[in-house]
Nanobody
């Protein structure tokens, strides 16, 4: 019943930008903290960012701080991740997750020249 659908990934050159979206359904979106988590090829899951229910409190991994911005629109049940100044090390499958329990299918981000 819970569904999370990520979109917005693609191929981008170093220094470029992408905005990821995650559309949620099947639960009270505005009542949950949300997270972005990524998995690089051959590596484990890495927490990227999180946001509180109202969107006023945000937190980031050191590796993306200052470059990524997490946000949400509770009227649209949508979570966002704005990614700027992208680096090759940002290449990964990006997931949105609710409580580290419910997951989307992921959207691929590839940063390459």
């Amino acid at each position: 019943q819970v569904q999370l659908v990520e979109s917005g990934g693609g191929l981008v050159q170093p220094g470029g930008s992408l905005r990821l979206s995650c559309v949620a359904s099947g639960f009270a979106f505005s009542s949950d903290w949300m997270h972005w988590v990524r998995q690089a090829p051959g590596k484990g899951l890495e927490w990227v960012s999180e946001i509180n229910t109202g969107g006023g409190n945000t937190y980031y991994a050191d590796s993306v701080k200052g470059r990524f911005t997490i946000s949400r629109d509770n009227t649209k049940n949508t979570l966002y991740l704005q990614m700027n100044s992208l680096k090759p090390d940002d290449t990964a499958l990006y997931y949105c997750t609710r409580r580290w329990l419910d997951w989307g299918q992921g959207t691929q981000v590839t940063v390459s020249s």
